[in-house]
């Protein structure tokens, strides 16, 4: 376990504005301060105010999902990787070379070839992802939307803030869905309708705070390990997680340890594509240079809506300027802390030049978790569930 940052002249108090702490701070006491008569009609209307708040931010995805109950495209994210794969399989390039040569766009496809084709992949997902060949074909696209909701459903349970009264928890989870089909609305809708691997991602993120928390030993090397594994699906979330556990103040050779493992691990899955695709390297770098980003309402990148005011190159650089901007005030603040690890999932959005809607899971699980780590708010958070009773109790004829 790391050792504990608090600080002993004030014990309520960080050391450092968003440095981390293993203490815990004494549980908040929820029971009301005073007993009147309209205490029993207030708690119960205050909890039901804040479920239909809750309910009112979910019921977009949840109307949404429930009439794409019977779509045929459940899981259709996997027609991606079952490309790849198909590829290898049958002795060719894992990247298709018209993708390599000359520009492309994801989504409509180029010099003819299909929509769903392998593309910004990274060579060791296709090791990762293989094992589900193992599924029949049939089935394979409900399998991998499975998969993935099981993932996102572990991520949120990660990351749940158990450290905030509930009533708090589900006002966050609403504010953080935002009104029904807004974009983090539909980002979640879009996750579990395509089961994007982002889901991946997220159980990622989760695992890497989970050690920072709970565990320590082979168990904390473990989970930093499986950690950036998982996030590295997709490069730049694993290049923001790796920048907040290099900050770390405490635990560094847990961090260091876990970090050497996982890349252990992502070499290891690379080797099998380079022995079938010994140029595959190379060409998924050309591939990542090669994209055209798709010019529509539907890619939310900074750099899309920045470029018709800046110019395409300049959007691009200012904006990659700003992500790396944002893993280095990581690491050079060492802010290992629920800060910094907010910071470092945002820094992807600004590096990816295609932004889907389920890209803002990101930074939404990773304030979820983080939330409850800020003792600010734990300290406002331990006055709520009391407040409206202090007032009825004040109110109460003497």
Known sequence: MAASCVDPANPGRYRGRMAITT??????????????????????????AILVVFAWAASGPIRHVAGLVGASDWGSDWRWLQDGLDRLAMGLPL???EYVT?????????????TYTWSLHPPYNASL???????PAGIREGAWAALMAVALAGSVLLAWPRRLWWGTSLLLAAATLGPPLSAPSIGLVDQLHFANPNALVLLGLALAWWRRRRANGRVAIALVATGVVLAAVKIVPAMGLAAWLLAARDGR??????LLAAAAVLVALTVPVLLLNPGVIGDTIAVQLNLVPVADATNLA???????HLGGIAATWLTRAAGIGLMGLVLVRRLDGPGGFVLAACAPLFLTPQLWAHWFLIPILAALIAVGDWPRLRALDAGLPTAWATRAGSAQPT
């Open 23 to 48: 203490g815990r701070a004494a549980p908040p006491d929820h029971a009301p301060a005073a007993r009147g008569r309209w205490d029993r009609p207030r708690r119960l209307a205050v909890r039901v």
């Open 302 to 308: 900074p750099s899309a809506w920045l470029a018709p």
């Open 129 to 135: 992802v293989a094992p589900l060949l193992l599924v």
């Open 253 to 258: 050779r847990v961090v260091t340890r876990g």
């Open 102 to 114: 000359a520009p492309f766009s994801q989504a409509t496809g180029s010099d003819g070839a299909p």
């Open 95 to 97: 990247n298709r070379p």
